[in-house]
């Protein structure tokens, strides 16, 4: 028989979070694949279950662990997957476990419980109704840059995570790039002795941060961009006049604006059609 792959989420940081049945189903677990095995033991006695085999799977170890954690679960062994806090998968390990069982045909379940970047966004103040995960940004590079660069336009509200020692540069880069009045929720130790959640613009964000020493970890959640105002029928005009002049026939001319200003070929053709 085949045996499954158990993603348990855990507390954030009130073990009181932790839910009956992930207790059930880490005390049912032939092994547990873990972040750390120090953590998870702590979990494991406060929970009052025995520890069973533990297997570290972390950022570092999870590509070449993947074969043996497929090897218990082709002997009919139950794995459960933990990360240090929260739902394994999510800026955490687990992915790829959760890849390679889905390949081979092995089942997959879940025990839902807290994660860090739904409840951020719950508490943040923001719409909720469409939003993004970005989790965290890449260090530096182009692709920091153009993650940033896309979020200027980004309607949706936005959930990222950021380490101590770098939220204030991030803030500040976001404040850069997206402008002092963009809305932002600072959250902090959610769940924790020393909870935090701080409202307000990009602005006003970053000296918030300067004014203390930013500890625990971090989520930012950002508003989304306001829409774009629709082009009017003199802005068509004026794309359509310097499209002509620089060469283009109208049919050219007319797909190149409606293109460019997200307006119905149709509605630039009549436009064109009158110059």
């Known amino acids: 028989m085949a045996g499954a792959l158990v993603i348990v989420a855990t507390p954030i940081g009130n073990l009181g979070d932790l839910s009956p049945r992930a207790v059930d189903a880490l005390a049912g677990a032939d092994a547990i694949a873990c972040e750390d095995t120090r953590r998870i033991r702590k979990l494991l006695t406060h929970a009052g279950v025995k520890a069973p085999s533990l297997i570290t799977v972390n950022d570092h170890t999870e590509a070449r662990q993947v074969r043996a954690v497929l090897s218990r679960l082709e ?24 890849a390679a069982a889905t390949a081979a045909g092995i089942d997959v379940e879940v025990v839902p419980g807290a994660s860090a970047a739904i409840s951020a966004l719950v508490v943040s103040g923001l719409p909720t109704g469409r939003f993004a995960f970005e989790g965290f940004l890449a260090r530096r590079g182009s692709g920091r840059s153009e993650r940033i660069e896309a979020l200027r336009a980004e309607q949706r509200t936005t959930i990222l995570y950021e380490a101590p020692h770098r939220v204030r540069q991030t803030v500040a880069e976001l404040a850069d790039a997206l402008g002092p009045l963009r809305r932002v929720a600072i959250v902090r130790e959610l769940t924790k002795l020393h909870e935090e959640v701080w409202r307000g613009t990009l602005g006003g964000a970053v000296d918030h941060l300067a004014e203390r020493q930013p500890r625990g970890e971090y989520v930012l959640v950002l508003g989304g961009a306001a829409p774009a105002p629709e082009p009017s029928a003199e802005d068509v005009t004026e794309a359509l006049r310097s499209r002509l002049a620089a060469g283009d026939d109208k049919k050219t001319a007319t797909a190149e604006v409606a293109k460019a200003l997200h307006v119905p070929k149709r509605t630039v053709y009549e436009i064109a059609t009158q110059l």
């Open 75 to 98: 002997r009919g062994e139950r794995v459960a997957v933990v990360s240090d806090a929260g739902t394994p998968g999510i800026s955490d390990p687990g992915e790829r476990l959760v």
